[in-house]
Each structure stands twice: as C-alpha cells, then as structure tokens.
C-alpha cells in the first residue's frame, strides 16, 4: 500500500559542539537524504539548515538546536519524508510499502502469500512471501516480479521451482 509517510533515516547521535546530529540512513544510501528539503520528526515538519554526507552519515543541523545538548534530546528519533516527495521512478517502491502486499503466481493466479519482510543482499533483495507455504523470491523485475499494483496490493511473480523455503 502507498504510504503518505517514509522512515528513511534515524538521528543516532550528536557531532560536534554546535548542534549537528549524525543521522544513520535507512537504506544505506546517505546520498539520497541530501536531496529533500523538508523532513518530519514526531509529525512536525522540519527544514535543515545544513545536509551533508559525512562517511556513511548525513550530518544535519536543525533550526534552534545550537548545541550538543540539544542534538542530544534528537537522538534516536526517526526521520521521515513525504512519499510524494521522493519523485521515484515508475516501478519503484519503498519496502515499507511492499509489505502486507498479496503475491500471486501469475501462471495460475494463485495466491502465494503476502510480503512479510524484505531483505538487502548483495545481489538483489529478497521478499518473503508467507502463505500455506514460505517462497523466497529475489526482487528481479522480468525473471521474477512480473507486475507490481500497490493501489489493488497485489504482485504477480513467476514461481520457480526452489522458491518455496521447504523445497529441495
């Protein structure tokens, strides 16, 4: 299902004296923070002053927090974005959204299960998929994933044989 809203990061430390905090991106990628010009934390809209890459963090510095103490009262709060915001390309989706989604065999129109977890690896990710059985099914657009329609919340796949965790 379509969110409105998107974890994409959580504030994890200070950094310095002046109020900056360390923020440990959700997906890995601390590029793509840098590119929004408004977040949320707790539900209140928030516009860095200051967005940076910094190792694998993003250093933020947020109107009115001027110091390490006040970073500090920030750590462990989660960033968010609108998902309409993001501008990700057709086909593409935040994992939060693929979630609950329902799985069919697109040969027999068969429901599989829904999308209990997702999973990075280095190849692709991974959808777990739980339903009488449990299918692990790589996030291969055209091998795998044949359609994704988040407005019905369903996904068709073509099942190989070995996706299903209890095979051999």
Known sequence: MKLETINVGRIVNAH???GEVRVQPRDGDPYFLTEFKTFYIDGKPVTPTANHVHKSLVLMKFPGVDDM???????????YIRREDAHLPEGEYFDDELLGVEVYDEATGALLGEIKQVETYPASKVYTVKGEK????????DAFIRSVDLDKNRMEIHLWEGLATDEH
């Open 16 to 18: 310095g004296i002046r």
């Open 69 to 79: 103490n006040a970073a500090l009262t920030l750590k462990d709060k989660v960033l």
């Open 134 to 141: 449990e299918y692990l099914v790589p996030a291969v657009k």
